[in-house]
């Protein structure tokens, strides 16, 4: 994970930043797990995913403990897939509002980023599954 361009890591590379505070929050400094799971912007977009995937027993609180949640997902094979694959779209999601953050100085809504990770990760399993008949229901 520290291999991402956060602004943590690049102060480490020494690319010379003004500060090193989350884009997103601006409470605290810009590692993957601020970004992931601590920064409270991440923490109301994973408290919307757990919602609508019926997760509320998860509890994350750092990185660490997404990876486990990630690589011990319990449950039918197929629910596994399902769930691991909304981990990633989220983290991704969760990315790229960030970088438009930085890139374009966009105002981060949590509503877009959960709105975005339910239609890619429609479309993804949609279109990795054997079943064309996959509707959306809400």
Known sequence: MDRLPT???????????PNTSCSLCEVADESCGHIF?????????????????????VRIVDIEDLLTFYRHVQGPKWANKIIKGIVMTTCWAIWIVRNKKVFENSAPKVADVVASVKSLSFLWLKSRSRFNSIMWKD
């Open 7 to 17: 602004r943590l890591a690049l102060q480490r590379w020494h690319i010379l930043l």
């Open 37 to 57: 799971v601590s920064c409270g912007f991440a923490v109301e977009v994973w408290r919307c995913i757990k919602t609508w995937c019926k997760l509320l027993f």
